[in-house]
């Protein structure tokens, strides 16, 4: 394989990772989350949320959603360095949550970037170290336009039915 043809391999591997990663927030799917990180992968979402091992995060984050009725997440402006088995990347990320409050549906939407510290083991792409650098949020009450009943947060969901590799 050329040193490009590696490159472009290496980095849709870091993205399809990233990508991943918004898949098991958003489907609650703790073993599809801990493949993100190393063993030893540290999360660093600053003090007041969680600071550990990234698969302890997983766990921590699918806990604290499990209170909200709905969230969606989006990655984007991926850059990723690389160098031979190491890389780094910036990733910008929209969270979206829903929630009830005192009898009123509220929705969050927070703006934040990935900063990540990556390493190949073994053939496999994953994170060593992620700070996450929120940069804006807010919080709303919204009227939704109608209820939406397909979509499920678990394995349940109907892309399990088309997605069956799952790292």
């Not at 898949?23 to 599809?32: G, I, K, Q």
């Not at 660093?44 to 949320?49: P, R």
């Not at 990234?54 to 209170?67: E, M, S, T």
């Not at 409050?101 to 994953?126: C, I, P």
Request: proline letters at 2%; one cysteine or more.
């Amino acid at each position: 394989m050329s040193d490009a043809t590696r490159a472009l391999a290496d980095r849709q591997a870091i993205t399809d990772q990233l990508y991943r990663y918004c898949r098991a927030m958003d489907r609650m799917d703790h073993a599809l989350g801990h493949s993100i990180w190393h063993e030893d992968g540290t999360a660093d979402y600053g003090e007041t949320v969680f600071q550990g091992l990234g698969r302890d995060f997983i766990d921590h984050v699918c806990r604290q959603h499990a209170q909200l009725l709905s969230h969606s997440h989006q990655v984007t402006n991926i850059i990723i360095e690389l160098d031979g088995d190491r890389a780094g990347s910036e990733a910008y990320v929209t969270a979206t949550l829903r929630m009830t409050r005192e009898g009123k549906l509220l929705q969050m939407v927070v703006l934040s970037r990935y900063v990540d510290r990556w390493s190949r083991r073994n053939g496999r792409w994953a994170i060593d170290r992620r700070v996450t650098v929120m940069d804006m949020d807010d919080i709303r009450e919204v009227t939704p336009m109608k209820g939406h009943d397909r979509g499920r947060r678990d394995r349940t969901d109907p892309s399990y039915d088309v997605l069956k590799a799952n790292p």
